[in-house]
């Protein structure tokens, strides 16, 4: 076992790869993994996108239990073997957790009838971890690795990734200014290409250079909801990470990562332009009694999908910020889990989303409106603009390793291949350790 592995990103998927490697007696010191955000000492609450254990595994303490949700994982390896990686990766959160008796799964099975009239609610076990825990459970986690020797360099971006020279270059010390920034080089004999969204347009570049086989994606578009949690407490009480979901001939909606009790909307920047997201905080003091989620629109047939969503969300900025509106002129933009608003232009008319999104935007009206005869809230909720998924096309890989079609010890996993969710990026991460082992 004596072959140098290059892990690009230390999100989930990438630190559970190398837990996987290192459990079965690979030699910590022959593993780098290299992210452009901090690690967990020194990686601040609000750093979302970059750092150890990615977005996810920092704000996100939901697992989502079933291969019908975030990804294609059960394509690669059949309906046992993934859900047997799922299990894998709930297991190392309970490990690395400070207090794992904590942790539960909800499971509900029975949709109830007041949603069925405007509605389908994808009912899925979920693990709860606990977002509050899962800033330990980060420090724990990367002490057992570096105690196995593997090697972290933080606040490093990667630049180029050479396939024939088998090297991957990077500049350090992102934070310090030019010239004081340096620059270095890995050499690699299996790389493990593990990027979070922030990194999705380094996956394209390399794509792009590479001709690499392509299979494209849907765009994942929408905005992010809020309402005072009582509207909706008659459903989280049946499933708390609820999911209702709206079908049309090319045109699908669900709501996304639901968030509840001390609930928070999150501001992401990729590429330059801000999304918003959302996660929760356990504890009293945090508690707000808010409830907030995605409501994304997965649309079909759009020529080069990628490109539409970065130009679509391009025109919803203004003044170096997304948009925020509310029915009521009373609600303002809420405050982060840090206490200071959530960074958001409020706008008084919808006219500027309808034109940006065309008639797409209609669905997600209709889906409110919908929602609105169910839960009752009245004009008592807000919408952030726009929340995306970019799904970058996907590249086609062997689905034995998951490894590149033309380079067989290259490896795209978590949001470069497409994965949705925690559970699943960090599955195709421990499929790709797996089969390193299995044949070293």
């Not at 559970?16 to 007696?25: E, F, Q, S």
């Not at 933080?154 to 180029?160: D, G, I």
């Not at 009694?289 to 020529?303: P, Q, R, S």
Request: include cysteine; charge should be negative; charged fraction near 25%.
């Amino acid at each position: 076992m004596d072959k140098k592995i290059v892990i690009v990103g230390a999100g989930v998927a990438g630190i559970n790869a190398a837990t996987k490697l290192v459990d079965n007696g690979y030699d910590g010191s022959l593993i780098t993994i290299i992210d452009k955000g901090n690690d967990p000492h020194n990686r601040l609450p609000e750093e979302v996108m970059t750092g150890m254990l990615g977005a996810g595994g920092w704000s996100d303490g939901k697992l989502t239990y079933h291969t019908a949700i975030g990804g294609q994982l059960s394509k690669y390896c059949g309906e046992d073997k993934a859900m047997e990686l799922m299990d894998q990766v709930i297991s190392n959160f309970r490990r690395f957790h400070p207090k794992p008796e904590e942790i539960f799964c909800s499971d509900p099975v029975a949709e109830p009838d007041f949603i069925k009239p405007y509605f389908g609610l994808r009912l899925f076990p979920v693990w709860h971890i606990g977002s509050n825990y899962l800033h330990e459970i980060a420090k724990a986690w990367y002490q057992y690795l570096v105690d196995k020797g593997v090697k972290f360099t933080w606040n490093t971006e990667v630049t180029k990734i050479d396939f024939k020279e088998q090297s991957v270059e990077f500049k350090i010390d992102l934070k310090m200014p030019f010239p004081n920034k340096s620059y270095g080089y890995e050499f690699y004999d299996e790389l493990i290409f593990a990027v979070g969204k922030s990194g999705i347009d380094f996956a394209q570049q390399i794509s792009d250079d590479y001709k690499l086989p392509t299979e494209p994606k849907s765009v994942q578009i929408g905005v992010r909801f809020e309402a005072p949690q009582k509207y909706f407490q008659k459903l989280i009480d049946i499933s708390y990470d609820f999911k209702l979901y709206q079908k049309f001939d090319n045109v699908s909606l669900r709501s996304f990562c639901t968030n509840n009790n001390a609930a928070y909307v999150a501001v992401e920047e990729t590429y330059g332009d801000v999304t918003y997201n959302g996660h929760a905080k356990k504890g009293e003091q945090f508690r707000n009694d808010m409830t907030n989620f995605g409501i994304l629109m997965e649309i079909k047939g759009i020529e080069d999908p990628f490109k539409w969503s970065r130009d679509v969300v391009q025109k919803l900025q203004s003044e170096g910020t997304g948009l925020y509106f509310s029915p009521a002129r009373t609600r303002i933009p809420a405050l982060t889990s840090e206490g200071t608003t959530v960074n958001a232009t409020q706008i008084d008319y919808l006219d500027t989303v309808r034109n940006t999104m065309g008639k797409y935007f209609t669905y997600i009206e209709d889906f409110i409106n919908d929602m609105n005869k169910v839960f009752e809230f009245g004009d008592d909720w807000g919408i952030y603009i726009p929340e995306c998924k970019y799904a970058a096309p996907e590249p086609l890989t062997n689905h034995s390793d998951l490894s590149l079609v033309e380079y067989p010890n290259i490896y795209f996993v978590g949001d470069a291949l497409s994965a949705r969710g925690i559970t699943v990026s960090g599955a195709q991460a421990i499929y790709v350790a797996e089969n390193i082992l299995s044949k070293i």
